[in-house]
């Protein structure tokens, strides 16, 4: 079975208007129900191959672990559903070998990644992410950011140190308190929920959350709801305009109808504890 009828999926990327090159790297693979983006950091261009490592990890280490979850006899011992412990997989595998690759490659020593995952499974979705990439849901007119930052401002912010006012402003914007590759082992926050038909998922680097607030991306999603590829080009542009500092990545995604367990590609797993 496959999710390619049941949901919709358009990423783009744009280098900005100050970059020279782009670090950020995305990847989806529509069948799956998978969508990753990752903003690279370091230097050499050491960003760029920490970005595309953990793209091509997590994409290929999501199809491997499919196989091998839908033939396990092992019952779910964790309060997170199987497809969200693969997605957790992934991301550590990432973690390891954009490690690793640093360590073994001096001109790329210190690279790292933001990253955030989406999932969809059974009627659900599982977002996985480490650093401050984006994900964001539009639902009956709201937009609601669905991960919260590993980063100093955020942390400031939540300890009462900084208004929203001042966050919105502070020179610590780009401090990350948390990366792929940076240390042999990494934690990763992840978040279940069910969708339903319609939703908008915004994946999205601080190319565009840096640039344009909130407010103008629920404006430019809902003068363009129709139409995922528009909203991708509006976002890219209206984030230029403001300055495009930063490479600009977004990734959107939209459930076009149900997809319950027996329509899954991890459906036999389920059958199993069904």
Do not use: W
Not at 29 to 50: I, Q
Not at 99 to 118: A, C, D, H, I, K
Not at 202 to 212: A, E, Q
């Amino acid at each position: 079975m496959t999710l390619k009828d049941k949901i919709e999926i358009v990423g783009m990327t744009d280098t900005g208007r100050v970059r020279d090159h782009n670090e950020d790297a995305i990847g989806n693979d529509l069948g799956l129900g998978l969508a990753v983006l990752a903003d690279g950091m370091g230097g050499h261009r050491g960003g760029e191959v920490a970005s595309a490592i953990t793209v091509s990890t997590i994409l290929n280490s999501l199809a491997a672990m499919r196989k091998r979850l839908q033939n396990s006899n092992q019952p779910q011992t964790d309060s997170y559903r199987p497809p969200s412990l693969a997605v957790k997989d992934a991301i550590t595998q990432a973690n390891t070998n954009v490690f690793n690759s640093s360590r073994e490659n001096p001109q790329y020593r210190g690279m790292g990644t933001t990253v955030v995952v989406l999932l969809f499974h059974n009627d659900h979705f599982t977002v996985g992410h480490v650093g401050d990439s984006r994900l964001y849901r539009y639902r009956d007119g709201e937009l609601e950011q669905l991960t919260i930052d590993h980063s100093l401002t955020q942390e400031l912010l939540d300890n009462g140190f900084y208004t929203a006012e001042q966050a919105e402003h502070s020179l610590n914007k780009h401090l990350v308190t948390r990366a792929i590759g940076i240390d042999e082992s990494v934690e990763v926050d992840l978040r279940e929920d069910q969708t339903r038909t319609g939703d908008i998922f915004l994946l999205c680097s601080d190319g565009v959350s840096d640039m344009i607030d909130d407010q103008r991306i629920r404006t430019i999603i809902r003068d363009n709801d129709d139409d995922l590829e528009r909203i991708a080009n509006e976002l890219i542009l209206a984030s230029n305009r403001a300055g495009g500092n930063d490479n600009i990545s977004v990734i959107l995604a939209r459930p076009l109808r149900p997809f319950p367990t027996h329509d899954s590609l991890f459906s036999r797993f389920f059958d199993l504890f069904s």
